[in-house]
Nanobody, 124 residues
Framework: QVPVVESGGGLVPSGGSLRLSCATSGRTSNINTMGWFRQAPGKEREFVARIKWSDGTTDYADSVKGRFTISRDYFMNTVFLQMDSLKPEDTAVYYC?????????????????WGQGTQVTVSS
């Protein structure tokens, strides 16, 4: 088992900020990307942000660009999501995800691991 553990969720007012953390361990040399998804009640899980582990390049959903910042602590195997200017529509369970890439003689294999989720609620 590869643990992925989120923390930092909570209740914040509209316009407020929150910082999520996600720590992983085990086989960390295999990490290709880490990122965040979210799922609101009655809606499909959606991509939020990801960061490439090796060089720190980032990717964001249009809905959060300019408001959220993903970053990493490479040696602590931790990813962060700084969430600013929060809106009620950001309310969701936020899931940290880790994608590993393992090169073998036969092929390149990918493995996805998910955290348990942390609730973010933005009040209006």
């Amino acid at each position: 088992q590869v643990p992925v553990v989120e923390s930092g969720g909570g209740l914040v007012p509209s316009g407020g900020s929150l910082r999520l953390s996600c720590a992983t361990s085990g086989r960390t040399s295999n990490i290709n990307t880490m990122g965040w998804f979210r799922q609101a009640p009655g809606k499909e899980r959606e991509f939020v942000a990801r960061i490439k582990w090796s060089d720190g390049t980032t990717d964001y959903a249009d809905s959060v660009k300019g408001r959220f910042t993903i970053s990493r602590d490479y040696f602590m195997n931790t990813v962060f999501l700084q969430m600013d200017s929060l809106k009620p529509e950001d309310t969701a369970v936020y899931y940290c995800t880790r994608r590993d890439a393992v090169a073998t003689i036969e092929t390149m294999k990918q493995f996805d691991y998910w955290g348990q989720g942390t609730q973010v609620t933005v009040s209006s």
